[in-house]
């Protein structure tokens, strides 16, 4: 069993059933989130007997790391094995401010999966395939661990590494409490961001739950018909119905959200895709994020994104320019780990 698919009611209920007080619950997660202790018989706060227990019962860590690799840029990838073999990856990230004096944040990008359902056309993760669902210590551990290895602590967290977090809701959002509880890793829910492919009955469940993160949502597209082309979900979903979840979740959260775009050479990045996009950014307060497409054809035998190619960088300046004069907010994102393959979205293969 892993410690860290219990919350603190959870855990007060099981301290009950071994008979022992239910304030160890608290101490216990103490040891775990707040001084990120290894092993069990670390906790002096705890009587022997009960430590023994613990050790007995439970595995500290729900995962391992197999393989890390260091970019010039700073940025650090882990490969993560799990306890059936499967592998995930999370990319640590650190931001400075414009001198390279300070450290503005540490951002950690997480997965929720191992593979994915989704199979998007662009993406590596989606060749895979769903391997299967992470529980919500293997989503924790990949913070804990990476914060032991590099020494640091991590303020910022983005689920945009493998798998679609709202098609893993009931772990991802224990995973989520657990970030942001008091007794957990006491994180502020603005600096979590949940990257979904619009899953639209979850964006409508997700306000509702306690603490609700940052939304962003990947649209790739601006109608119906191009972004079924490139995310077979989105084939059964109406993009009004989507973009209409997006609002209720502002006007619920008043969190500005952030659309996430991929734009593809002559297929999402003429002029009309710019100012159809603009209009969507009116609806809430939010902006786009434009991703550089990174080219994973090598890794397609087949399939629709065989065809899909990178739209260059003057391209995209021009794309994003007329997002502005139409009065849309954009920001351009500056790809992380280029030379370890360890931008986001491209997290299966290598
Ligand atoms: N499933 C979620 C989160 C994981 S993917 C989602 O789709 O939002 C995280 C981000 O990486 C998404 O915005 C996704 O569109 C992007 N991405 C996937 N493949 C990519 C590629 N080859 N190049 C650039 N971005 C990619
Ligand atoms: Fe899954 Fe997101 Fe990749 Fe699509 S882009 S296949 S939803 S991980």
Same mark, same amino acid.
């Given at each position: 069993?892993?410690?860290?698919?219990?919350?603190?009611?959870?855990?007060?209920?099981?301290?009950?059933?071994?008979?022992?007080?239910?304030?160890r619950?608290?101490?216990?997660?103490?040891?775990?989130?707040?001084?990120?202790?290894?092993?069990?018989?670390?906790?002096? =706060?705890?009587?022997?007997?009960?430590?023994?227990?613990?050790?007995?019962?439970?595995?500290?860590?729900s995962?391992?790391?197999?393989?890390?690799r260091?970019?010039?840029?700073?940025s650090?990838?882990?490969?993560?094995?799990l306890?059936?073999?499967?592998?995930?990856?999370a990319?640590?990230?650190?931001?400075?401010?414009?001198?390279?004096d300070?450290?503005e944040?540490?951002?950690?990008?997480? $997965?929720?999966?191992?593979g994915?359902?989704?199979?998007?056309?662009?993406?590596?993760?989606?060749?895979?395939?769903?391997?299967?669902?992470?529980? $919500?210590?293997?989503?924790?551990?990949q913070?804990?661990?990476?914060?032991?290895?590099l020494?640091?602590?991590?303020?910022?967290?983005?689920?945009?590494?493998?798998?679609?977090?709202?098609?893993?809701?009931?772990?991802?959002?224990?995973?989520?409490?657990?970030?942001?509880?008091?007794?957990?890793?006491?994180?502020?829910?603005?600096?979590?961001?949940?990257?979904?492919?619009?899953? =639209?009955?979850?964006?409508?469940?997700?306000?509702?739950?306690?603490?609700?993160?940052?939304?962003?949502?990947?649209?790739?597209?601006?109608?119906?018909?191009?972004?079924?082309?490139?995310?077979?979900?989105?084939?059964?979903?109406?993009?009004?119905?989507?973009?209409?979840?997006?609002?209720?979740?502002?006007?619920?959260?008043?969190?500005?959200?952030?659309?996430?775009?991929?734009?593809?050479?002559?297929?999402?990045? =003429?002029?009309?895709d710019?100012?159809?996009?603009?209009?969507i950014?009116?609806?809430?307060?939010s902006?786009?994020?434009?991703?550089?497409?990174?080219?994973?054809?090598?890794a397609?035998?087949?399939?629709?994104?065989?065809?899909?190619?990178?739209?260059p960088?003057?391209?995209?300046?021009?794309f994003?320019?007329?997002?502005?004069?139409?009065?849309?907010?954009? =920001?351009?994102r500056?790809?992380?780990?280029?030379?370890?393959?360890?931008?986001?979205?491209?997290?299966?293969?290598?």
């Open positions: 069993m892993y410690l860290k698919n219990y919350n603190l009611d959870e855990l007060k209920s099981w301290c009950v059933e071994q008979g022992v007080e239910q304030y619950a608290a101490q216990i997660l103490n040891a775990v989130y707040t001084n990120n202790l290894g092993d069990f018989t670390q906790i002096e =706060t705890l009587p022997k007997a009960f430590r023994e227990k613990l050790i007995k019962t439970f595995e500290m860590f995962i391992k790391i197999s393989k890390v260091k970019s010039v840029d700073g650090v990838k882990f490969l993560f094995e306890h059936d073999g499967k592998h995930i990856e990319v640590y990230m650190p931001w400075y401010d414009d001198d390279f300070t450290m944040r540490i951002t950690l990008c997480i $997965s929720s999966m191992a994915c359902p989704v199979e998007c056309a662009f993406c590596a993760t989606g060749t895979l395939g769903l391997l299967r669902n992470l529980d $919500s210590a293997e989503i924790i551990d913070i804990l661990l990476v914060q032991k290895e020494g640091c602590e991590i303020t910022n967290i983005v689920f945009m590494g493998m798998g679609e977090p709202l098609l893993n809701y009931k772990n991802v959002v224990k995973s989520l409490e657990i970030m942001t509880a008091e007794w957990g890793l006491n994180l502020s829910r603005r600096k979590i961001t949940l990257s979904t492919v619009g899953i =639209t009955n979850r964006i409508k469940q997700l306000h509702k739950e306690i603490r609700p993160v940052k939304l962003a949502l990947s649209l790739h597209a601006t109608t119906d018909e191009t972004r079924g082309k490139i995310i077979p979900l989105a084939k059964n979903l109406k993009l009004s119905e989507l973009l209409s979840a997006v609002e209720e979740y502002y006007r619920e959260t008043k969190m500005p959200v952030t659309y996430e775009y991929i734009p593809f050479l002559g297929f999402n990045d =003429t002029p009309a710019a100012r159809r996009l603009a209009k950014l009116k609806r809430v307060p902006r786009v994020n434009i991703i550089p497409f990174n080219d994973i054809s090598f397609m035998p087949s399939g629709f994104g065989k065809e899909l190619k990178p739209t960088k003057n391209l995209i300046l021009e994003g320019d007329i997002i502005r004069q139409n009065g849309g907010r954009v =920001t351009i500056d790809t992380f780990g280029q030379d370890i393959e360890a931008a986001c979205g491209q997290l299966a293969l290598s």
